[in-house]
């Protein structure tokens, strides 16, 4: 799930696809269709973002994500494929206790984070943290689809943010399978 996300996230930035927006609050209801048309997708675009965002997305199954962040959305043809909310930067420690609160607000398995977490804190400890040491850091997957089938597989991880004074970033993912075509 977090090469797909960071396929995804790659994507975005490489292609130059991202027609950042200037909004600074979203709100979609995406409780019955993930089609692009729910997220005012920009035309001739497979993929943007928006920066410095309140975001609310209401998912299938009553489900609702409430946050602030950057969000990235891609899509494939006239449906959207992922969407992901990065948190603002923040210490190791803040990240991953925000990571392991929406791991179990959307019933990932937080295992990897925690050992990662370990990892990093024997790091501190012996006085040798790498604060770009973010392997391993996501939830263990898949995950049941929120709602049910058609709807998103969850996965949350905590990335490197390239400034060691706030050396962390939680992020959710939201990434809606290929249907079959049988």
Not at 35 to 43: E, I, N, S
Not at 44 to 61: H, K, M, N, S
Not at 111 to 137: I, M, P, S, V, Y
Request: include cysteine; glycine fraction near 10%.
């Amino acid at each position: 799930m977090r090469r797909i996300a960071a396929v995804t996230l790659a994507v975005a930035v490489a292609v130059g696809c991202s027609a950042t927006e200037e909004a600074k609050a979203i709100d979609w209801d995406l409780s019955d269709s993930h089609a692009t048309d729910r997220v005012d997708f920009p035309g001739g675009t497979t993929a943007f973002q928006r920066e410095d965002t309140d975001v609310t997305i209401r998912l299938p199954g009553g489900k609702t994500f409430d946050g602030h962040g950057t969000v990235f959305v891609s899509r494939e043809g006239d449906r959207i494929r992922d969407i992901r909310v990065q948190f603002p930067k923040e210490g190791t420690d803040q990240a991953y206790e925000r990571a392991v609160e929406l791991a179990h607000v959307w019933d990932v398995d937080p295992a990897n984070l925690d050992q990662w977490h370990d990892r990093r804190l024997a790091q501190r400890k012996a006085g040798d943290e790498d604060l770009t040491d973010t392997f391993g850091a996501e939830t263990g997957g898949p995950t049941d689809p929120v709602g049910g089938p058609g709807g998103p597989l969850v996965s949350v991880e905590v990335l490197y943010s390239f400034d060691d004074s706030a050396p962390a970033i939680a992020a959710i993912a939201f990434f809606w399978p290929r249907e079959s075509s049988s």
